[in-house]
T-cell receptor
Framework: TQLLEQSPQFLSIQEGENLTVYCNSS?????LQWYRQEPGEGPVLLVT?????EVKKLKRLTFQFGDARKDSSLHITAAQPGDTGLYLC??????????FGQGTRLTINP | SQTIHQWPATLVQPVGSPLSLECTVE??????LYWYRQAAGRGLQLLFY??????ISSEVPQNLSASRPQDRQFILSSKKLLLSDSGFYLC?????????????FGPGTRLTVL
């Protein structure tokens, strides 16, 4: 089974600061996804990256897929309290399954 | 539009009791269906997935089982719950045949085994 390691596991910063979270693996994935989960709810898909080196932007969020398709990063600019949540990366395994990282718990303090 | 339902939302059960969690999807046909378990604030562990009626793949050996009696219905069961079965159970669906998978998650069931 391919494994995804996310870092940091916990991050607490002040509103307006920038941050980056990482998702790393020793295995190659055909594509990789980022989800955000609020307490007591299911994860919601933010983005899918498919091509090595691909960069996607979603407002203040920038997602990058590593050239070798083994890692990804999520950068948030000028973090807001509404960005608080659990961020999960997930890699496509086989034809039908996702393997998830353990998540990064992000807290943005006003 | 597609929607996914899970019930119950919360459940407290004694050790050794049976379990039945239900998940239904509306607005799509022949979806891939998934059951995950999530420990508090952590990542998702895939338990079962199904690509069609009666077709169940098990990912982790355990005392849980899954069934898909209808195209858009996925059930997670246990004959005797263990303390370690406590967690947040999530059902998800995806459209089969895509080059990559986008999974849509239900609201989850919080199970506490005492």
């Amino acid at each position: 089974t391919q494994l995804l390691e996310q870092s940091p596991q916990f991050l607490s910063i002040q509103e307006g600061e920038n941050l980056t979270v990482y998702c790393n693996s020793s295995s190659v994935f055909s594509s990789l996804q980022w989800y955000r989960q609020e307490p007591g709810e299911g994860p919601v898909l933010l983005v899918t990256v498919v091509t090595g080196g691909e960069v996607k932007k979603l407002k203040r969020l920038t997602f990058q897929f590593g050239d070798a398709r083994k890692d990804s990063s999520l950068h948030i600019t000028a973090a807001q309290p509404g960005d608080t949540g659990l961020y999960l990366c997930a890699g496509v395994q086989g034809a039908q399954k996702l393997v998830f990282g353990q998540g990064t718990r992000l807290t943005i303090n006003p | 539009s597609q929607t996914i339902h899970q019930w119950p939302a919360t459940l407290v059960q004694p050790v050794g009791s049976p379990l039945s969690l239900e998940c239904t999807v509306e607005g799509t046909s022949n979806p891939n269906l998934y059951w995950y378990r999530q420990a508090a604030g952590r990542g998702l562990q895939l338990l079962f997935y199904s690509v069609g009626i009666g077709q169940i793949s098990s990912e982790v050996p355990q005392n849980l089982s899954a069934s898909r009696p209808q195209d858009r219905q996925f059930i997670l069961s246990s004959k005797k719950l263990l303390l370690s079965d406590s967690g947040f159970y999530l059902c998800a669906w995806s459209v089969p045949g895509l080059g990559f998978i986008e999974q849509f998650f239900g609201p989850g069931t919080r199970l506490t085994v005492l």
